[in-house]
T-cell receptor, first 110, second 115 residues
Framework: QKEVEQDPGPLSVPEGAIVSLNCTYS??????FMWYRQYSRKGPELLMY????GNKEDGRFTAQVDKSSKYISLFIRDSQPSDSATYLC??????????FGPGTRLSVLP | NAGVMQNPRHLVRRRGQEARLRCSPM?????VYWYRQLPEEGLKFMVY????????ESGMPKERFSAEFPKEGPSILRIQQVVRGDSAAYFC?????????????FGSGTRLTVV
């Protein structure tokens, strides 16, 4: 079993839809969680960063962490074609040496 | 305020040559991390450095790979005697202190092709 798992997609949605992206993980000791967006041939861009369980909202993005289920989510409201990218989740024990999921490819269709 | 700068963006090496990848962290950032991304795979941690110190190299292959972050100048990831399997995108990230408070900022990567 991989440490961090993500559905690779591709996930295709119409413009304006609410997008739900998810990761599951196996190690209950993870405490720090991040979501990155990566456009093709570019470096990852930090979207959201959370510690332990709970929700965090930033503009159109909401991150949720459910440590009891070892499950994290990223929601994108009012999705735009410019949101089309690969979304990577990452997690860590101590906030260093983050373990990344393989990424979910998202395509938002105009 | 420049972000994390990596160079070169693309690097082609013949098998057996050396590859040197450079990373200048964001201004004020003293923590540097190197990751490797293979096609269709996630980012894999390689090494974590602070100025003049290697903090964690648990993800580095035992042979041919080395990294440094000198007091002056960029961090260097060096791959000696490259093989085709080293072909990948290598990303550097930095943070002002431990990533637990801030997360990472990534550079645009160096794409290494071994021919």
């Amino acid at each position: 079993q991989k440490e961090v798992e993500q559905d690779p997609g591709p996930l295709s949605v119409p413009e304006g839809a609410i997008v739900s992206l998810n990761c599951t993980y196996s190690n209950s000791a993870f405490q720090y969680f991040m979501w990155y967006r990566q456009y093709s041939r570019k470096g990852p861009e930090l979207l959201m960063y959370t510690y332990s369980s709970g929700n965090k909202e930033d503009g159109r993005f909401t991150a949720q962490v459910d440590k009891s289920s070892k499950y994290i989510s990223l929601f994108i409201r009012d999705s735009q074609p410019s949101d089309s990218a690969t979304y990577l989740c990452a997690m860590s024990f101590y906030g260093q040496n983050f373990v990344f999921g393989p990424g979910t490819r998202l395509s938002v269709l105009p | 305020n420049a972000g994390v700068m990596q160079n070169p963006r693309h690097l082609v090496r013949r098998r057996g040559q050396e590859a040197r990848l450079r990373c200048s962290p964001m201004k004020g950032h003293s923590h540097v991390y190197w990751y490797r991304q293979l096609p269709e795979e996630g980012l894999k941690f390689m090494v974590y450095l602070q100025k003049e110190n290697i903090i964690d190299e648990s993800g580095m292959p035992k042979e041919r790979f080395s990294a440094e972050f000198p007091k002056e100048g960029p961090s260097i990831l060096r791959i000696q005697q490259v093989v085709r399997g080293d072909s990948a995108a290598y990303f550097c990230a930095s943070s002002p202190r431990s990533g637990k408070d801030y997360g990472y900022t990534f550079g645009s990567g160096t794409r290494l092709t071994v021919v």
